[in-house]
């Protein structure tokens, strides 16, 4: 389905974890993008989520924000009814790896469970039954967001592609992967129009503060050890979270239903090679009495199972839908250093 004249059409989409990371960086973008289109955010907001993240955002009369869990069917199909939803973004997801270890339980009832209720409620609401939209909802399309972690680890060599099995190693990425085949079946049983978009790690503004960028800039401003796990040699392809808002807008309005298309920033760097580039932007902007920030840096005990190497190759979105990344890795980074030292040198004045 290609929906060149989406902005034609007077929809409300329902986005769920709006107040997230990804997710608070993609609402305003895609109200600007698409004037025609309302917005409604679901959100728990459990730690993960931040209404300052959406400051303003209020004010637009197109965006309402409902606080409730993807859990509650009964919420959820009144969302759907009242709203009168004619498509799903789902970002909703518990996703710090480090929890999952310590905690998987919410793990797999919020993104298996979760999933499974907005997919129920989709298909109810859109389909007179199998193969077969109502009246009003034949463009209607659920697209599911996802991680590169669903596919495991690669050596020092390869790409994670579309095609590449799934190999999941931690109780997070467990989970997604369970929840990337939930929205498969119902594509392949019931017609349900879905796409799948599975991402590299993302860096910019507004992450979690538990997340490794905003964590290095954190502890080196306020003195602390900068923790990076075992050697520091995992590497990952990152991608700037604008860049992400792009490629899910562009999937979302021209990729092919029941497709999965893979998005990366072709950035790839480990850990520690992170840390010494943001102590150095940090030496550079913010010099420190006692040295180099990079100083600071210690290394701490390894995380269980933790994954070596991930990279993405993102020929498919590339050459079908004309998407890439416009962000390099050098000024999307001062990009995020400055806006986090802002935040952090704020709090500690």
């Known amino acids: 389905m290609k929906l060149n004249n989406y902005n034609e059409l007077k929809v409300t989409t329902l986005i769920t974890g709006g107040a997230g990371f990804i997710g608070s960086n993609f609402i305003p973008y895609f109200l600007e993008k698409n004037p025609y289109v309302s917005v ?11 209404l300052s993240n959406l400051s303003g955002i209020d004010k637009n009369d197109r965006y309402k924000f409902v606080q409730g869990d993807i859990l509650d069917e009964e919420l959820v199909n009144a969302i759907f009814k009242q709203y009168k939803i004619g498509s799903v973004i789902h970002f909703a997801a518990e996703s710090h790896v480090d929890n999952s270890i310590d905690g998987p339980d919410s793990f797999v009832t919020t993104n298996i469970n979760g999933t499974f209720t907005l997919l129920e409620c989709a298909r109810k609401y859109w389909l007179e039954s199998p193969n077969n939209p109502k009246k009003a909802f034949e463009t209607s399309r659920f697209h599911h967001i996802s991680t590169d972690e669903v596919y495991g680890t690669l050596g020092d060599d390869g790409y994670f ?24 079946s119902y594509y392949h049983t019931y017609g349900l129009n879905v796409v799948t978009s599975n991402c590299s790690n993302n860096y910019g503004p507004k992450q979690h503060d538990e997340k490794l960028i905003p964590t290095i800039i954190r502890k080196a401003l306020s003195g602390e050890k900068i923790p990076i796990y075992g050697n520091g040699k995992n590497v990952r392809d990152w991608l700037y979270v604008l860049d992400h808002c792009k490629g899910i807008q562009t999937v979302f309005r021209a990729g092919k239903s ?8 072709n950035n790839e760097h480990d850990n520690l090679y992170i840390a010494k580039k943001i102590c150095s932007i940090l030496d ?18 390894d995380r269980l199972g933790h994954d070596y190497r991930y990279a ?4 498919k979105i590339k050459k079908e ?16 250093v400055a806006w986090y030292s802002n935040k952090y040198r704020k709090v500690e004045s």
Not at 163 to 178: C, G, H, L, M
Not at 284 to 301: D, L, M, R
Not at 326 to 336: C, N
Request: zero cysteines; a negative charge; aromatic letters at 12%.
């Open 40 to 50: 409604v955010n679901l959100d728990k907001l459990t730690y993960a989520g931040n």
């Open 161 to 184: 592609t579309e095609t590449t099995p799934y190999a999941p190693n931690s109780p997070y990425s467990a989970s997604k992967a369970a929840s990337d085949f939930l929205v498969r």
């Open 258 to 265: 029941g497709e999965t298309y893979t998005i990366g920033g």
């Open 284 to 301: 550079e902007v913010y010099p420190s009495q006692k040295g180099s920030y990079a100083n600071q840096i210690a290394f701490v005990k």
């Open 312 to 315: 993405i190759d993102a020929t």
């Open 321 to 336: 839908l004309g998407w890439k990344p416009e962000t390099d890795f050098d000024t999307g980074l001062k990009k995020t």
